[in-house]
Structures are given as C-alpha cells and as structure tokens.
C-alpha cells in the first residue's frame, strides 16, 4: 500500500513538472514506476495515466483541437506506436530498461541541442508521428519529440496543447490496446492507473501555478539533467 501510495504521489509531481516545465514529467515517473511494479507494467501504466493527462486538456480545449495536422500525425503514429508496444512485449525486461534509458538519453540530446526543431510540412506530421510513435510504443513516452512536432506548426498555445494531447490520447489508446492483449496486467492494474490519473489532473493545475513562481528556463535545464542522469542510471544497471 505504501507503494501505491507513493506512486500516486509521483504521479502528482510528475504532472505538475510537466505542467511548469513543459516536459519531462511521464518520463520522470517510469523509473518509479520501474522500481515499484516492474518494467513489465510500468510503461502500459504510464499509457494509461497519460490517456487520462491528455484527455483533461484536450476536454478543457475540445474547440481548440486542429483536426487535419493531428489526423496526417497519428496517420504512421498509430501503426507505429502498436509495432512498438508489440516489440516491448516481446523483448527482455533488461533490454527494454537499456532501451527505455538510451531514448531517454536521445530525446534529452535532441531538445538540449535544439536538434527538435522542425519546419512546418505534411511530411515533418506524418514522418514525425512514425517516429514518435514507435518510440513511445517501446519506452511508454515520447513527448519531447511530439510536442516538437506539433511546436513546428506555430499554433496558438491552446491549439497546440488540445491538438498535441487529442494526438497522444489516440496513440496511447492504440498502444493499450496491444498492452492487453499480450501482458498480463493483475488486478491491482486499472484500480492503480485510475488513481494515478486522477493525481495527474491535479498536478496539471498545481503546475500552472508553480510556472509563475520559478525561472522556467532554469527549471526546464535542471528536468534535462535529472533526465540525463536517471537515463544513465537505466543503462548501466538494466
């Protein structure tokens, strides 16, 4: 129980990062998911806590959503995203852990080098989705590398939150999908992902108000180097 609770916990912190410093937040939690449940179910769990995430701001946003570069994204991201989370099912729980922390490392060396920044195009939506897609099916998050995607488009804020979160929900969605047909998820599953995903929701709005307390450039460099360092740590130990 201590666990759980320490769980929803970090789920809390976890949203409440990524709503002051834009990212890192799903990432920062699966190796606490890892450590408590077990590689096996931590990444399905961060799917299902993200499919709840991105559902509040999509909802809150609905008349927001841009339909045409979110539908041309989850044209490969779908696909994609299921091959993904078909590979993770099927590999061995120390290569999915080495796997989870070099793309950890890559999205950190990508958005720290600006090498995320694309140009505006269908092609940078449909190829960026596939990517993102598969990397999230195998490592449960790929958002740096989305959110990038959907950044190149230039939309207004409100536009680019509730078109990047209807875009995620669909892809995680797909991913649960493969999730339960091929893991064995126990019982204690979807009672935990509800509660996780409830203390998400409220960590949004708590990092809504902490982003006007803290120097976010500085906050958003010291998310990047926690990042680094837990990457580091998944690859040396898998």
Avoid at 196 to 207: D, F, H, N
Wanted: no cysteine; aromatic share 6%.
């Amino acid at each position: 129980m201590t666990d759980y609770l320490l769980l929803v916990l970090g789920a809390f912190v976890a949203a409440a990062i990524s709503g002051s410093a834009g990212f890192g937040g799903a990432l920062l939690l699966l190796p606490l998911l890892n450590q408590v449940v077990g590689v096996t179910e931590a990444v399905p769990l961060l799917t299902i806590i993200q499919i709840i995430g991105n559902g509040a701001r999509a909802v809150m946003n609905w008349q927001q959503i841009r339909w045409r570069p979110v539908l041309l994204f989850l044209a490969a991201a779908i696909p994609l995203s299921m091959l993904g989370a078909l590979s993770f099912a099927s590999l061995p729980t120390s290569l999915v852990t080495r796997l989870v922390g070099g793309a950890i490392l890559l999205l950190v060396v990508l958005k720290a080098t600006g090498m995320i920044a694309f140009k505006p195009s269908r092609r940078v939506l449909v190829v960026g989705g596939g990517i993102t897609g598969l990397l999230s099916g195998l490592v449960g998050s790929a958002g740096p590398l989305g959110a990038a995607v959907f950044l190149s488009l230039g939309l207004p804020p409100l536009a680019y939150v509730a078109s990047d979160a209807t875009a995620a929900i669909a892809m995680h969605g797909a991913k649960t999908i493969v999730y339960g047909a091929t893991i064995d998820l126990g019982p204690a599953f979807w009672p935990l992902a509800i509660a996780m995903g409830l203390a998400m929701i409220a960590g949004t709005w708590a990092g809504r108000s902490l982003i006007k307390r803290l120097p976010v450039d500085r906050f958003r460099q010291f998310v990047m180097v926690l990042l680094a360092l837990i990457a580091v740590q998944m690859i040396v130990m898998g």
